[in-house]
């Protein structure tokens, strides 16, 4: 497994997403990955199986201590003791002492992102969180975050496939030391069909899901995948073994569109940077 290192954290740049999934599929397939070697497990409070992914870790044998596990804290716990609080339940549920990676969500404005980021920082200062960061941040508030924290950022977790240009938040988290994940790797399925890449997955002999994936981590990013099935985990794994010439990476660069962005939630996306 290759690692991503950024401002303290060294994180597997693959990792098991756990979004939409039931508790029995999450428990099994959480399971199944860690002992087909996935080290990397995400979910999040509003996803509402986090204790299936903690009876998931706890069944698979591996090691707390060799998983990698993120959470992300849901708006509607933003302030202070509802914050700290809502963590307490996460970790509950997890059935562990602390996550690896503690997220915000998406931005919001309800309470000051001053308190937000505070709140972070006494979680991993109690220990309960190794590392801490953000999600779906634009540059702006990526720049403001930071400038806020007393711990180094290490992450920001955004929508990124090869239909979504995000030049701004890489160049922003470059700046700043910061990683990215990248989530909607397959842009929710649409880029299976897609010709390019289709070329591109069989003069590889890879799947397209395959390319897009390892598109993302040749450029030094974490992906994240999930599936319902063992037999696409496996093969979502399989991208440590080969490389995309740079002809390639700019072909799939190339296939971005101007409305390529897919998750945008009223009341919770914030004004997305547009690349030039
Ligand atoms: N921070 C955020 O706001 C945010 C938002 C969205 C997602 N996320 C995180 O990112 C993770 C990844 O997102 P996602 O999985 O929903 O989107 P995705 O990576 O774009 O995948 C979409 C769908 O592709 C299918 N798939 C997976 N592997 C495949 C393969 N090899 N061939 C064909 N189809 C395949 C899966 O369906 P099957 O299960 O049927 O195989 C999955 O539902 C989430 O699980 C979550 O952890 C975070």
Same mark, same amino acid.
């Given at each position: 497994m290759n690692f991503i290192n950024a401002n303290g954290a060294s994180i597997p740049a693959l990792g098991f997403g756990t979004f939409r999934m039931e508790g029995a599929d999450t428990e099994r397939m959480v399971s199944h990955v860690l002992q087909h070697g996935y080290r990397h497990i995400d979910t999040a !409070?509003?996803? $509402? /199986?986090e204790a299936a992914v903690g009876q998931g870790i706890r069944a698979s $044998?591996? %090691? @707390? %201590?060799d998983v990698f596990l993120t959470t992300k804290v849901w &708006? %509607? /716990?933003?302030?202070r003791d509802a914050f700290l609080a809502s963590v307490d339940e996460s970790l509950a549920k997890l059935k562990? =002492?602390? &996550?690896d990676l503690l997220l915000l969500h998406w931005p919001n404005i309800a309470v000051s992102l001053e308190e937000q980021i505070a709140s972070l920082n006494a979680v991993a200062k109690s220990g309960k969180a190794r590392h801490i960061g953000v999600s779906n941040f634009n540059t702006a508030l990526m720049q403001e975050a930071a400038r806020l924290s007393q711990q180094p950022l290490a992450n920001n977790q955004v929508e990124y496939h090869p239909?979504? =240009? !995000?030049r701004p938040v890489i160049a922003t988290a470059k700046e700043l030391g910061m990683s990215l994940t990248a989530y909607y790797g397959m842009a929710d399925g649409k880029v299976l069909a897609d010709p390019v890449l289709q070329e591109i997955a069989s003069a590889h002999r890879r799947s397209v899901a395959q390319i897009v994936l390892r598109w993302i981590i040749q450029q030094g990013f974490v992906t994240l995948s999930k599936t319902v099935s063992e037999a696409r985990a496996a093969e979502n794994a399989a991208i440590f073994d080969f490389d995309l010439s740079n002809e390639d990476m700019a072909m799939i660069q190339?296939?971005? !569109?101007?409305?390529? @962005?897919i998750v945008s939630p009223d009341g919770l996306a914030p004004e997305w940077d547009t690349a030039a």
């Open positions: !409070q509003i996803y $509402g /199986n $044998g591996v %090691a @707390r %201590a &708006v %509607a /716990n933003y302030s562990t =002492d602390y &996550v239909y979504l =240009d !995000q190339k296939l971005a !569109q101007p409305d390529g @962005r």
